[in-house]
């Protein structure tokens, strides 16, 4: 999806955290997270959102719920 919006290709990551997608990737369910904007230094001083990225990341956004809602739910998961 993101290669039809004209977007960088995506990349996963395994980080620390509190996010509730860790409990769903802990037992092995592949989970979306950090669909926010994309930027830096998060909970810090220096944290900062990039402008520029927010319009391909809304799109990228609005693509996932638009396939879940199409009833799409299978996707190719590097």
Partial sequence: MA???GLKPLTGTAVGGASDGNYT??????T???????GGGAHADHEHVIV???PGRTALLNGLVQAVLSGHTTFNVN
């Fill in 3 to 5: 290669a039809e919006l």
């Fill in 25 to 30: 990737a802990g037992v092995g369910c592949p």
């Fill in 32 to 38: 979306l997270d950090g669909l926010g904007a994309v």
């Fill in 52 to 54: 520029a990225e927010m």
